[in-house]
């Protein structure tokens, strides 16, 4: 929001010496509160080390006693921690300005669901505030220029409240009906290793989109993105209305699901896609359907019934090799037998 109201009566940065460069101040902020307290830690230190006391007590001493430490090397140390201590208490009022100067942060200025926000003045934005808030689970933005004290933060609030009370937050998944996952092909989803009947494909559970609250879902336009490569993510969908962008949901692979398939030889064709579903049907993009999900399930009780099968096969083989082998040593007994029944035959013929 733009305001062009002047004020004559405000001096320029050139005109008051009471600006300051608000960058320079926060950027070596924490620099130069370091080094001032290491500088006073250092001569409190060192008056320690040769006096053998804190400079406090030894100044309090010094003073009841009524003593003058006028051109001393006391005055000197004294000096330094209280310039030290000076700039200090600058520096920290200074950022508390930054920090406090925002009335509806400090609660000068009263509005619910207030989270942060930062002020700002420069001579051709004159003063400026970003603030955000947020109520029931919708967070907004506000940012506004070109004004004068208070107006700032009456404007603030006023599109404050046109926004939390003409605007309504949805969640993408719990509302999308149009995109759903086609299974098709040789290789199809099914439920992953531990039974579970979760989509191999879902959308963000945490995406939302910010519309007026005289619309519903179904008037919002969409447009899927396929070239998305961040971690599960497969595609973007991207919602608008009246060309006006509202938010975005990405379709996820489920993190249990990646990596299996499932056989079926009833179907022709071997494609895994994301299709729009429209009120009249159009062909699919072969050229897009080029992922493929495996089913780890399905993929173990297939090689767990192969194992199977090979074990039994060796099984049976075992015994029939047992079973041929306990013949041959039975035929080897029997003949065995047979030489020695001829042998004592021959053996009672002979004549001493």
């Not at 250092?42 to 030894?58: A, L």
């Not at 220029?145 to 969640?171: A, C, K, S, V």
């Not at 963000?204 to 008037?219: E, L, Q």
Request: net charge negative; with cysteine; proline share 2%.
């Amino acid at each position: 929001m733009a305001n062009t109201r002047p004020n004559k009566n405000i001096p320029s940065e050139q005109e008051n010496p009471l600006f300051h460069d608000t960058w320079k101040l926060l950027k070596n902020y924490r620099d130069a509160v370091w080094n001032l307290e290491l500088a006073v830690q250092q001569v409190r230190s060192t008056f320690e080390i040769e006096f053998g006391s804190s400079i406090e007590e030894f100044l309090d001493s010094i003073y009841l006693a009524g003593a003058d430490i006028g051109g001393t090397r006391l005055e000197d140390y004294a000096k330094s921690i209280e310039r030290s201590n000076k700039m200090l208490t600058l520096l920290t009022s200074a950022v508390d300005i930054l920090r406090n100067k925002h009335k509806m942060i400090t609660g000068e200025v009263s509005y619910d669901g207030v989270l942060g926000g930062k002020t700002g003045y420069t001579d051709n934005s004159r003063q400026t505030l970003v603030t955000c808030a947020e109520r029931n689970g919708m967070r907004l933005v506000c940012v506004v220029f070109r004004e004068e004290t208070p107006n700032q933060f009456t404007d603030t609030m006023e599109l404050f409240d046109y926004g939390f009370n003409n605007f309504q937050i949805m969640n993408i998944a719990e509302n999308e009906k149009k995109y759903q996952l086609e299974t098709s092909g040789f290789l199809h989803t099914g439920n992953d290793i531990f039974g579970s009947s979760r989509p191999i494909l879902s959308i963000d559970s945490k995406s939302r989109v910010i519309v007026p609250n005289t619309i519903t879902f179904d008037d919002l336009e969409s447009t899927i993105d396929y070239n998305v490569s961040d971690g599960n993510r497969i595609a973007q969908i991207r919602y608008s209305y009246h060309d006006a962008y509202v938010g975005n949901a990405y379709l996820e692979l489920a993190a249990d699901n990646t990596a299996a398939y499932e056989f079926d030889t009833n179907l022709d064709t071997a494609n895994v896609s994301v299709e729009r579903v429209e009120d009249t049907p159009q062909e699919t993009d072969p050229a897009q359907d080029n992922t493929i999900f495996i089913n780890v399930k399905t993929v173990l009780i297939c090689i767990l019934a192969i194992a199977a099968a090979l074990i039994l096969t060796f099984v049976l083989r075992a015994l029939a090799v047992n079973s041929n082998n306990a013949k041959r040593r039975q035929n080897r007994v029997k003949r065995k037998q047979r030489r020695r029944e001829r042998l004592r035959s021959e053996m009672d013929d002979f004549d001493f």
